[in-house]
């Protein structure tokens, strides 16, 4: 493949594991989240601290911005996740703009003029291709969503669930909402984090804008187009709108209000995403497969 497609498929891959950070938090255990984009780019910055200024490898400091990502989500989601609705939207936007903020204006963050000097991981003695660096993202991709099925039959899964449909009817089973929530809460941020990581030694240069309030809605957009709450949704709509900025480079400027319309026609339209259960490729595909079988009954 050339090296502009592999980019771009580095690029979806890496924005398939934010999508499915931000749908544990929002499809899983139903909390609104409108500042995903900050744990974003707290993994991206600890991951550019780490190895610019501690000099710890790629190896290292990718697993330790997961980590400070997580650790984050943990101290803001306990607060943060005591509202509910609109007043949990509004508090996670306002943690995205601080977050965004603190990049800017703190000199040890670099400033407007971000962190460079990150490069691509060791490997074997040699530093990494773009090509197998794809591939070690496609690898952790994997592993996250074979763990994703696994955690999806447990008895944490089935709490979240149970809270996602109905809060106050899982309370008055016993479910503890808070724990639960802040569960969600630290494991979504802390595999944001791990993107940010593998997108900073992608870009090997980050700045403030790369985490700003359009990002939060464009991963919001990706989970949403795909299907909230299904397991291979945010795949899906990292795919298809990973593949939009490219298409769309001659509206480059408008690319935010694109997001911002595509959004709101799905929510009004199509709200359960392109793999959810109402959607209209699963119902066609549905009653094509009833139609099959009712044949082959009637053979």
């Given amino acids: 493949m050339s090296g502009y497609v592999v980019t771009i498929l580095i690029t979806i891959a890496i924005y398939a594991i934010l999508a499915h950070s931000l749908n544990i938090i929002t499809g899983h255990a139903g909390q609104i989240s409108l500042g995903h984009a900050a744990f974003f780019g707290i993994g991206a910055y600890t991951a550019a601290l780490f190895y610019t200024k501690a000099g710890l490898s790629f190896w290292i400091d990718v697993p330790l911005a997961a980590l400070v990502a997580g650790v984050v989500g943990a101290v803001l989601g306990i607060p943060c996740l005591r509202v509910r609705d609109d007043f949990l939207a509004i508090t996670t936007m306002g943690i995205g703009f601080v977050v965004e903020a603190v990049f800017l204006y703190i000199p040890f963050f670099g400033g407007a003029m971000g962190i460079g000097g990150i490069d691509l991981p060791m490997w074997a003695g040699r530093e990494m291709t773009k090509s197998e660096y794809l591939i070690l993202i496609l690898v952790v991709l994997g592993t996250l969503y074979a763990l994703d099925y696994i955690l999806g039959r447990s008895w944490i899964g089935l709490a979240w669930s149970s809270i996602r449909e109905d809060e106050q009817a899982a309370s008055a089973l016993g479910v503890d909402i808070v724990r ?24 090997t240069f980050i700045m403030p804008y ?82 099959i079988r009712g044949g082959e009954v009637k053979a």
């Fill in 180 to 203: 639960f929530k802040v569960m969600a809460f630290i494991l979504g941020s802390a595999l944001a984090g791990l993107a940010g990581a593998f997108y900073a030694h992608f870009l």
């Fill in 210 to 291: 790369n985490f700003g309030f359009g990002q939060s809605i464009m991963i919001l957009c990706m989970v949403v187009f795909g299907g909230i709450g299904t397991r291979w949704g945010p795949i899906v709509g990292a795919l298809l709108l990973g593949l939009l900025p490219e298409i769309s480079r001659p509206i480059m400027e408008y690319r935010t209000l694109l997001y911002g319309l595509l959004l709101v026609a799905m929510m009004r339209f199509q709200p359960s995403g392109l793999l959810g259960a109402d959607s209209f490729l699963v119902v066609y595909f549905t009653k094509g497969l009833n139609r």
